[in-house]
């Protein structure tokens, strides 16, 4: 994981002048079948840049390393857009996002730990500083139960 970041900051320069960071912290799932025991207490950290906005669209790429609903590490790293819809005033105000991550991800118990990609829509409801993300996970096999993966967002810097 580390050599990929590497990578994408050496060939893709532009990435250090995004418009703004965000830390992530990854924290709870709602696995819809409840009659498995899952982890649904998901920790981890991770990062989201968010390039300057075109129109209502903003381009990003995020990453991040947390424990899945197997109590296994998880990482993933990948790039998508986002479509804000402004609910209240001014920049600062609060915002409605509505967007689909592409990504290259981990997981110990999928694909012998190799990495795969893979897309998700998301949503997230905040305001210039935080926000809460939530995206909806389908079942991709009988291994796997759908779920809803919630992660908090905190500005860190503007550039």
């Known amino acids: 994981m580390r050599i990929t970041i590497i990578m994408i900051v050496f060939f893709l320069p532009g990435l250090l002048f ?3 960071l965000h830390g992530i912290i990854n924290g709870k799932a709602y696995h819809f079948d409840r009659s498995r025991n899952f982890n649904e207490s998901n920790w981890g950290v991770g990062f989201e840049y968010d390039f300057e906005r075109s129109g209502n669209w903003i ?3 995020t990453g991040s390393t ?3 609903s197997n109590n296994q590490t998880s990482n993933y790293l990948g ?3 986002k479509y ?3 609910l209240g005033s001014g920049s600062s105000g609060l915002h409605f996002d509505t967007g689909i991550v592409a990504f290259l991800m981990t ?3 999928y694909n012998n730990e190799d990495p795969f990609f893979g897309a998700l829509p998301f949503i997230s409801v ?3 500083y935080v926000a809460i993300n939530a995206t909806y996970i389908p079942s991709v096999s009988p291994k796997f139960a759908s ?3 919630f992660q908090l967002m905190i500005k860190v810097v503007e550039f």
């Open 126 to 128: 905040g305001n210039e």
């Open 147 to 149: 779920l809803m993966f």
């Open 84 to 86: 804000r819809f402004m």
């Open 18 to 20: 995004a418009d703004q």
């Open 79 to 81: 790039g998508g857009t």
């Open 107 to 109: 997981r110990k118990d």
């Open 59 to 61: 381009p990003l790429l």
């Open 66 to 68: 947390f424990k899945d």
